[in-house]
């Protein structure tokens, strides 16, 4: 939906304007570029706007690249918590995007 500027299914969700506030930089002078609920890192050569987290037992990546339309979701039994728990999950996503056809 928010790679589709707020329409999902062919219905919209959110505003064109929400999203477009929901992804602007609300505090530019950040290292990630924080927006509402988002932010925008660089990886590998592409700019990439999501979210990353978990909990007890959870761990997530959610990013997409705004220049291709490509995103990758990647959820694990994990914990977050737990020094490196993330890496392999960003790796996982990595590995996505290279071999995406964006």
Known sequence: MMMNGGV???TRVLERDTVREMLRSQIPDTTYGQ???????RSRGRVL??????DSGVATVSFYDPNDDVGVVVLANGNWLKVRARWPLQQIMHLLFDRSPG
Not at 36 to 41: C, G, I, S
Not at 49 to 54: A, E, L, N, P, V
């Open 35 to 41: 927006r509402l609920l988002w932010y925008r890192t």
């Open 49 to 54: 706007i999501g979210h990353s987290g978990g």
């Open 8 to 10: 999902w299914n062919g």
